[in-house]
């Protein structure tokens, strides 16, 4: 039996600023069942990074705002219903966040040991101090550090080992939902390797689901179950990675994104870039919001909003073109 983990339905939000009022997340809807993993891909300012602050509850105060739909979390429901001290509460145990710039998430003046040991005090309350030890050891020797560095601070460290020790943190968790911010995309490919890994083992022996945002298509195609594409605050295209990767049909976005879809499969292949730029988010082109980009628009892209078509199984593509195929089956 499937066990639904996340459900984000018809989630808006928008940053106001004294510049103006952005809109950043614009209707979107991504669920996930227990032990899944989300693949969620985008371009640079596509609010990747905002979705998963929303499902934190960690948007910028006074400046970040959720205006519509609701975010609904294993049994707990509505995460937006919850007081500062529950989310408190639910956030490292329950949704772990590996943040997309995590330099800033540890303490200077604690000793990484320290600081990963931390995590299990809260957690394995159990465990013996020798314990505790061994598995900040252990922790460390997994993201390539060696084991003797735990007395250090983190302004002894590299970025790259900051990174990983974060990583660790998050990791040492054991929490039911990890969302991870581009986790790898600052590492060399061996740890990089050695993470993935670590998470796919989470995943395996805990049942941990996952969002993970990425831009590399080879960590998509090795490791997630679900995959979400992203475009100026919309979700444009969604469904299994199997569908995604075996369709014909995909949004115009999509294929300017991957190249050409059977590349996707490739390891190495990453986003390659689309002609335009992403639309400023206090400024969004009407109707569809690629339609300035999009080789195959017509008249009515210009000032109606597509609608969500579902194309096959839980493949689902918001675009024009699709209506027109659904409207003729
Ligand atoms: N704190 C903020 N205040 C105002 N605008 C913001 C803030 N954070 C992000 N944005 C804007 O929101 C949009 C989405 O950003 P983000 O969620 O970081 O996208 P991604 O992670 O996909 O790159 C961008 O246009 C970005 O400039
Ligand atoms: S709705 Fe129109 S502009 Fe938007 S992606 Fe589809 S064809 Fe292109
Ligand atoms: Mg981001």
């Not at 959720?66 to 975010?71: A, K, R, S």
């Not at 505790?132 to 020797?141: S, T």
């Amino acid at each position: 039996m499937s066990e639904k983990i996340l459900n984000i339905a018809h989630l808006s939000a928008e940053y106001r600023t004294d510049d103006g009022v952005s809109s950043v997340l614009n209707d979107i809807s991504i669920s996930l069942e227990k032990g899944e993993t989300l693949g969620l891909v985008g371009e640079t300012g596509a609010g990747k990074t905002t979705t998963a602050l929303a499902v934190m509850r960690l948007l910028p105060k006074h400046t970040g705002f959720i205006t519509g739909g609701d975010i609904e979390f294993a049994e707990a429901g509505s995460l937006l219903a919850r007081t500062e001290a529950e989310m408190r509460a639910i956030r490292g145990h329950r949704i772990s966040m590996i943040f997309q710039d995590p330099m800033t998430s540890l303490n200077p003046v604690l000793r990484i040991g320290d600081q990963i040991k931390e995590s299990f005090k809260i957690h394995m309350p159990d465990l013996s101090d020798e314990e505790m030890e061994q598995k900040v050891d252990q922790m460390l020797e997994m993201v390539g550090i060696p084991a003797s560095r735990k007395r250090e601070y983190p302004h002894q460290f590299s970025g790259g080992m900051k990174q990983r020790v974060v990583i660790a943190i998050a990791l040492s968790l054991e929490p039911e939902l990890l969302i991870a911010d581009e986790p790898t995309t600052a590492l060399d490919v061996t740890i990089q390797a050695q993470v993935l890994h670590m998470m796919r083992q989470l995943k395996k022996n805990l049942g941990t689901s996952m969002i993970l945002i990425t831009h590399d298509l080879g960590i998509v195609s090795q490791n997630c179950d679900k995959v979400a594409v992203m475009y100026a605050g919309t979700i444009v295209e969604s469904g299994t990675a199997e569908e995604l990767f075996l369709s014909e049909s995909h949004h115009p976005y999509t294929v300017g994104l991957f190249g050409s879809i059977p590349d996707m499969k490739k390891q190495t292949k990453r986003l390659s870039p689309i002609d335009g730029l992403m639309p400023d988010p206090m400024d969004l082109p009407t109707g569809c919001v690629f339609h300035p980009r999009c080789p195959k628009c017509m008249e009515k892209c210009k000032c109606e909003v597509p609608k969500e078509v579902t194309v096959d199984g839980q493949h689902v593509i918001r675009c024009h073109l699709f209506e027109e195929v659904e409207r003729h089956v």
